[in-house]
């Protein structure tokens, strides 16, 4: 295994957190999306960089908006220190509250399934391709439904990461709410979020 296909993050008190999580309220129902869907599908989630402070209205806007109709529950803000890793060898060493956040970008490789059974909670995170995205969804409702109570408790769910900041994806992102037609296939962070958080992957 290469320590590119997965990290690991462990917050160690409030001023040396790498990631912030934010439980948002789905205040607003989509009705497109299954009744049962928090039981089978407990994290829906965004990974993106913290906007600057010009952009912090207009990002909130997009939390109250569009994350809540999406029923988007977790919210990461990613500040990046260009950290490096090797730690594909220490698997066996990582404290089970750690939750693996297994990154794959191209495809939709197997591993959630990998650190499920390593006793890891695991998310699944895609970036820009839609198909991909698509099959990480479709291959953690699978883990949720076809494995022991224990095992499809660990796979939380699908976290959507955005690199390129939160100013050029919203900028993205509305042109798809401006245009509903537009072809969400085509390899985009925003086109990824649609296909990641639509109602049938």
């Not at 909130?60 to 060898?89: C, E, G, M, Q, S």
């Amino acid at each position: 295994m290469h320590s590119t296909g997965w990290a690991w993050c462990k917050c160690c008190n409030m001023m040396q957190r790498f990631i912030v999580l934010c439980c948002l309220s789905a205040i607003v129902p989509w009705k497109a999306l299954p009744d049962d869907l928090d039981a089978r599908f407990p994290v829906r989630g965004l990974s993106i960089a913290a906007p600057p402070v010009a952009q912090v209205e207009r990002f909130a806007r997009f939390i109250r908006r569009d994350l809540a109709a999406r029923r988007v529950n977790t919210l990461i803000l990613r500040v990046d220190f260009n950290f490096a890793y090797d730690t594909h060898r220490a698997i066996d060493l990582i404290p089970k509250d750690v939750v693996i956040c297994d990154w794959h970008y191209e495809r939709a490789e197997p591993t959630p399934a990998y650190f499920a059974l390593k006793g890891f909670n695991v998310v699944s995170c895609p970036w820009k391709n839609p198909s991909s995205a698509a099959q990480q969804v479709r291959d953690i409702v699978r883990l949720r439904d076809q494995s022991n109570r224990v095992v499809s408790a660990r796979a939380l769910g699908v976290v959507q990461t955005v690199w390129s900041g939160a100013h050029s994806f919203l900028n993205a992102y509305q042109r798809f709410v401006e245009d509903p037609d537009r072809d969400p296939t085509g390899k985009s962070e925003a086109a990824c979020f649609m296909r990641t958080f639509a109602s049938e992957p």
